[in-house]
């Protein structure tokens, strides 16, 4: 079954440092995502990206944030400075279709996720 | 108010009974509704898509009110699998590609 895989699972980082979080999402689907969820906190939407650039993003996605797709499997996270702030899981999903609307099935396809320690 | 709203819990359901439990979202423009499941440590995953006229998938029942802008997941015949965190998730109608989650039910099937 296809499927999202994150690299890495767990990182730690001084605060300060720059971050990148790969993924390579489902090969046939267009629409990518970052959420992320702080320890016993709900999941929280970051960015959707499609056609290469950003459709969306969320006031937690500022500055220190970016999005990039290097190539045509792979989708990375780059947290430019890292705050202690930081420290959540960050998941990497996909879809096939848009998720605007009442005709999408809502499924998302999700990472198991890269836990990063920002001490 | 928060966009979704859940009864984070716990819920203790003895293994076989049933279980209910709300969510509660605030955009009215939101067109589309569904049920996540997050086990411990893990990604989330669908486990159901919510209709106007609510439906059914096994042993679960998702049932959508929108004059009260709230949605309803009921696990019959509940299994020591069930327990999991379950996600309320609404997107924002046909304006932006994001989904908004809940902060989740937690719900603890004991034999």
């Known amino acids: 079954e296809p499927e999202v895989t994150q690299t890495p699972s767990h990182q730690v980082t001084q605060m300060g440092q720059e971050v990148i979080l790969r993924c390579v999402p489902i090969?046939?689907?267009?629409?990518f995502y970052w959420y992320r969820q702080i320890l016993g906190q709900k999941v929280e939407f970051l960015v959707s990206?499609?056609?290469?650039?950003?459709?969306?993003k969320s006031e937690i996605f500022d500055d220190q944030f970016s999005v990039e797709r290097p190539d045509g499997s792979n989708f990375t996270l780059k947290i430019r400075s890292t705050k202690l702030e930081d420290s959540a899981m960050y998941f990497c999903?996909?879809?096939?279709?848009?998720?605007?609307?009442?005709?999408?099935?809502?499924?998302?396809?999700f990472g198991e996720g890269s836990r990063l320690t920002v001490l | 108010r928060k966009e979704v709203e859940q009864d984070p819990g716990p819920f203790n359901v003895p293994e076989g009974a049933t279980v209910a439990f709300n969510c509660t979202y605030s955009n009215s423009a939101s067109q589309s509704f569904f049920w996540y499941r997050q086990d411990c440590r893990k990604e989330p995953k669908l486990l159901m898509s919510v209709y106007s006229s609510g439906n059914e998938d096994g042993r679960f029942t998702a049932q959508l009110n929108r004059a009260s802008q709230y949605i309803s997941l009921l696990i019959r015949d509940s299994k020591l699998s069930d327990s999991a965190t379950y996600l309320c998730?609404?997107?924002?109608?046909?304006?932006?590609?994001?989904?908004?989650f809940g902060g989740g039910t937690r719900v603890l099937v004991k034999p």
């Open positions: 998730v609404v997107n924002r109608g046909a304006a932006g590609n994001k989904l908004t």
């Open positions: 999903a996909s879809s096939a279709r848009g998720l605007a609307g009442a005709l999408n099935t809502g499924e998302l396809f």
């Open positions: 990206f499609y056609n290469n650039e950003i459709s969306e």
């Open positions: 090969s046939n689907h267009l629409y």
